[in-house]
């Protein structure tokens, strides 16, 4: 089974400021990686996939980046309705594998 | 508009049963994958099961196979996840999502206690 590891577990950060997420695969996983948002009480939303792309209707102060075993959320400019926990999955081998979670707080 | 709508949650004793129903909307269900995932009291996301466009395929994790199963009524637009011999280690939210790779929509999804 492929570890996914999100670092830090935590993150505050102040309104317009940028955050960065890490995300790392135990092995390669090519660019089979997806992060997604998380609120309480909400569906998880999806962010980007292909490591890059961003999904239908995201913002473009989401991006993607990374390739193989290490992997980028970046939010930049973070609005107060970003305050989430954001988690990343590989999905180049079964079975699919979630990291822990990054918490962002604004 | 795309609509996943997940029920059947609750409270169910260890070693019980439930049985999950996902009713879909806004896209052809019949031409997608569809899979649940599971979030734990304070855990991250979990994922549990996936099963092909036509249900010919699932797939499980360890933690659960043999003892849940993963199935699908394209006539219905319906995703259900039968659980049986449940356990405390069981209970979550479960999600209802369309794909795998990645799950591009998911439901509000139910929650499952499994308690004495």
């Known amino acids: 089974e492929i570890v996914m590891t999100q670092s830090p577990a935590t993150l505050s950060v102040s309104p317009g400021e940028r955050a960065t997420l890490s995300c790392r695969a135990s092995q390669s996983v090519s660019s089979s990686l997806a992060w997604y948002q998380a609120k309480p009480g909400q569906a998880p939303r999806l962010l980007i996939y292909g490591a890059s792309n961003r999904a239908t209707g995201i913002p473009a102060r989401f991006s993607g980046s990374g390739s193989g075993t290490e992997f980028t959320l970046t939010i930049s400019s973070l609005q107060s309705d970003d305050s989430a926990v954001y988690f990343c999955q590989q999905y180049s081998y079964w079975p699919l594998t979630f990291g822990g979670g990054t918490k962002v707080e604004i | 508009e795309v609509e996943l709508l997940e029920s059947g949650g609750g409270l169910v004793q260890p070693g019980g049963s439930l049985r999950l129903s996902c009713a879909a909307s806004?896209?052809?269900?019949?031409?997608?994958?569809m899979s649940w995932v599971r979030q734990a009291p304070g855990k991250g996301l979990q994922w549990v099961s996936t099963?092909?466009?036509?249900?010919?395929?699932?797939y499980y994790a360890d933690s659960v196979k043999g003892r849940f199963t993963i199935s699908r009524d394209s006539s219905k637009n319906t995703l259900f996840l039968q659980m049986s011999s449940l356990r405390a280690d069981d209970t979550a939210v479960y999600y209802c999502?369309?794909?795998?790779?990645?799950?591009?929509?998911w439901g509000q999804g139910t929650l499952v206690t499994v308690s004495s």
């Open positions: 999502g369309k794909g795998w790779g990645p799950v591009d929509h």
């Open positions: 806004g896209f052809t269900f019949s031409r997608f994958d």
């Open positions: 099963i092909s466009n036509s249900g010919e395929t699932t």
